[in-house]
């Protein structure tokens, strides 16, 4: 079963609502109608009660009237009202109007004091009467004095309201219904919009956005959202594409170069040794494709979330020494001094490994654009809830303009393609998936010197975060 549409199932709950609302507000409307009807006239019996005792006199061992007719101006007995009064015994002493008849009588039944007070009876089919019983004293004879009044009338008011609102209900609610269905369409209509915008916007046209009429309500918010997706979901797709062509680009070199050394081995026959320097320029271009391959698998692993760090604590001075000594030979190639200028122990929370990968890169970088016979300075500071690796080379600098752009993908300014023609441009990418993957952070700056200044941030471990 197809549910319905939202414009549905708002009038649906629009009308429903409506109807709730009316079926309380009428049940409520009725009952206090009826009380009010059913007080009011019980205020008309006690009233004919008291007249009843004024009216009613003693002549000897009988009660009569004041008057001789049913008709006067105090008391006009008749249809609608009477009086009775009775001995304590339940004889009838005194009957004026209705009840002189036997039926009546009958169905009204003997007052007694147990049966005092207001109460309501049937006394025919559809003839409902409200007595009111009380004991009187009329000269020194105690006797039971009831004065009764139809019901009827308040009954049928009572009725033709109940018929009023069962027609005036359904009426109000039919007429929510339709003005729910008027409203929801017209609240929807904004959302119809951007479905319909929404359906023009593809892979080829991402720059397309969602039109906001009103920033402030609920439409506008979620425009708003949907915009701030789809120009997520466009600079992801730009990234990707330029992400397919770098890999393209940097597939097709190592890949030209074995086929070209292929050929000419091929083509120009030769000894051993040339057959032997041909393979081996064939397994250098292997090996760079094979280390591309690794790192690209390395950081897609990394940013997939696939591979979660390990929350171990780590020496920053300690990994920093390992890792100058590590690449101290590289380093005595060129002549350059590399300088641990750490004197307490750094201690954060990271991943060991990739931490280390992050360090390597870092002072891989500034080895590589360091003039001979310069220097590379590690060192180390503390801010608040964070330790700090600073890494600083003597090189050529990175303008302001690139310091953000060189920890993407594949990207390198054109001073680092000349001193570093060997490069993918993947180091410092590697060193921000690493950083950021350990709730870290990257920053690049300049230092006195005109180098470049690498920061990299790791929070601090709690053991050392407690101590201080």
Same mark, same amino acid.
């Given at each position: 079963?197809?549910?319905?549409?939202?414009?549905?199932?708002?009038?649906?709950?629009?009308?429903?609502?409506?109807?709730?609302?009316?079926?309380?507000?009428?049940?409520?409307?009725?009952?206090?109608?009826?009380?009010?009807?059913?007080?009011?006239?019980?205020?008309?019996?006690?009233?004919?009660?008291?007249?009843?005792?004024?009216?009613?006199?003693?002549?000897?061992?009988?009660?009569?009237?004041?008057?001789?007719?049913?008709?006067?101006?105090?008391?006009?007995?008749?249809?609608?009202?009477?009086?009775?009064?009775?001995?304590?015994?339940?004889?009838?002493?005194?009957?004026?109007?209705?009840?002189?008849?036997?039926?009546?009588?009958?169905?009204?039944?003997?007052?007694?004091?147990?049966?005092?007070?207001?109460?309501?009876?049937?006394?025919?089919?559809?003839?409902?009467?409200?007595?009111?019983?009380?004991?009187?004293?009329?000269?020194?004879?105690?006797?039971?004095?009831?004065?009764?009044?139809?019901?009827?009338?308040?009954?049928?008011?009572?009725?033709?309201?109940?018929?009023?609102?069962?027609?005036?209900?359904?009426? #109000? =609610?039919?007429?929510? $219904? +339709? &003005?729910?269905? !008027?409203?929801?369409?017209?609240?929807? %209509?904004?959302?119809? /919009?951007?479905?319909?915008?929404?359906?023009?916007?593809?892979?080829?046209?991402?720059?397309?956005?969602?039109?906001?009429?009103?920033?402030?309500?609920?439409?506008?918010?979620?425009?708003?959202?949907?915009?701030?997706?789809?120009?997520?979901?466009?600079?992801?797709?730009?990234?990707?594409?330029?992400?397919?062509?770098?890999?393209?680009?940097?597939?097709?070199?190592?890949?030209?170069?074995?086929?070209?050394?292929?050929?000419?081995?091929?083509?120009?026959?030769?000894?051993?040794?040339?057959?032997?320097?041909?393979?081996?320029?064939?397994?250098?271009?292997?090996?760079?494709?094979?280390?591309?391959?690794?790192?690209?698998?390395?950081?897609?692993?990394?940013?997939?979330?696939?591979?979660?760090?390990?929350?171990? #604590? =780590?020496?920053?001075? $300690? +990994? &920093?020494?390992? !890792?100058?000594?590590?690449?101290?030979? %590289?380093?005595?190639? /060129?002549?350059?001094?590399?300088?641990?200028?750490?004197?307490?122990?750094?201690?954060?929370?990271?991943?060991?490994?990739?931490?280390?990968?992050?360090?390597?890169?870092?002072?891989?970088?500034?080895?590589?654009?360091?003039?001979?016979?310069?220097?590379?300075?590690?060192?180390?500071?503390?801010?608040?809830?964070?330790?700090?690796?600073?890494?600083?080379?003597?090189?050529?600098?990175?303008?302001?303009?690139?310091?953000?752009?060189?920890?993407?993908?594949?990207?390198?300014?054109?001073?680092?393609?000349?001193?570093?023609?060997?490069?993918?441009?993947?180091?410092?990418?590697?060193?921000?998936?690493?950083?950021?993957?350990?709730?870290?952070?990257?920053?690049?700056?300049?230092?006195?010197?005109?180098?470049?200044?690498?920061?990299?941030?790791?929070?601090?471990?709690?053991?050392?975060?407690?101590?201080?």
């Amino acid at each position: 079963m197809t549910p319905p549409r939202m414009r549905t199932r708002l009038t649906i709950w629009f009308a429903a609502s409506i109807l709730l609302i009316l079926a309380f507000y009428v049940a409520g409307m009725l009952v206090l109608e009826w009380r009010s009807m059913r007080a009011a006239l019980d205020h008309h019996l006690e009233e004919d009660l008291e007249v009843a005792v004024e009216m009613l006199v003693v002549r000897g061992s009988e009660v009569a009237w004041r008057t001789e007719t049913d008709r006067d101006l105090g008391y006009d007995a008749g249809r609608r009202r009477w009086v009775e009064v009775y001995s304590l015994d339940g004889r009838p002493v005194y009957l004026r109007g209705v009840p002189t008849a036997e039926a009546i009588q009958a169905a009204l039944g003997t007052p007694s004091l147990a049966t005092g007070g207001f109460r309501s009876l049937q006394i025919r089919p559809g003839i409902h009467v409200r007595v009111l019983t009380v004991q009187r004293t009329l000269g020194r004879m105690p006797l039971l004095v009831r004065v009764v009044r139809l019901e009827d009338g308040i009954r049928q008011q009572f009725w033709i309201l109940l018929l009023l609102f069962s027609v005036a209900t359904p009426v #109000a =609610v039919l007429g929510a $219904a +339709l &003005a729910g269905h !008027v409203i929801s369409g017209r609240a929807l %209509l904004p959302l119809a /919009r951007m479905a319909e915008r929404a359906r023009s916007i593809s892979a080829d046209h991402l720059s397309e956005r969602l039109p906001i009429e009103n920033a402030n309500d609920e439409m506008g918010q979620l425009a708003l959202v949907f915009n701030d997706a789809f120009t997520r979901l466009e600079a992801s797709f730009a990234r990707l594409k330029q992400f397919t062509a770098d890999v393209s680009h940097e597939l097709r070199t190592p890949l030209t170069a074995m086929r070209s050394v292929g050929e000419v081995g091929l083509r120009e026959a030769g000894d051993s040794r040339a057959y032997r320097d041909v393979i081996g320029s064939m397994l250098e271009e292997t090996d760079r494709l094979a280390r591309l391959v690794d790192t690209l698998l390395t950081l897609s692993r990394w940013e997939s979330g696939r591979v979660r760090p390990a929350a171990e #604590a =780590v020496d920053l001075r $300690a +990994l &920093a020494q390992d !890792v100058a000594d590590q690449l101290h030979v %590289l380093a005595e190639e /060129r002549r350059i001094e590399i300088d641990v200028a750490i004197h307490a122990p750094l201690i954060v929370t990271t991943d060991p490994v990739m931490t280390r990968e992050a360090v390597i890169n870092v002072l891989d970088n500034a080895i590589k654009f360091t003039p001979e016979g310069r220097r590379v300075r590690i060192s180390g500071r503390s801010t608040g809830r964070e330790h700090q690796l600073v890494v600083d080379d003597e090189g050529p600098g990175i303008p302001p303009e690139q310091r953000t752009r060189v920890l993407e993908r594949f990207y390198r300014s054109d001073g680092w393609r000349e001193q570093a023609p060997g490069g993918v441009g993947l180091g410092l990418a590697i060193v921000h998936g690493a950083v950021t993957a350990n709730r870290g952070r990257v920053e690049i700056e300049s230092n006195e010197s005109g180098g470049t200044r690498v920061i990299l941030s790791l929070p601090r471990h709690e053991a050392t975060l407690q101590d201080s």
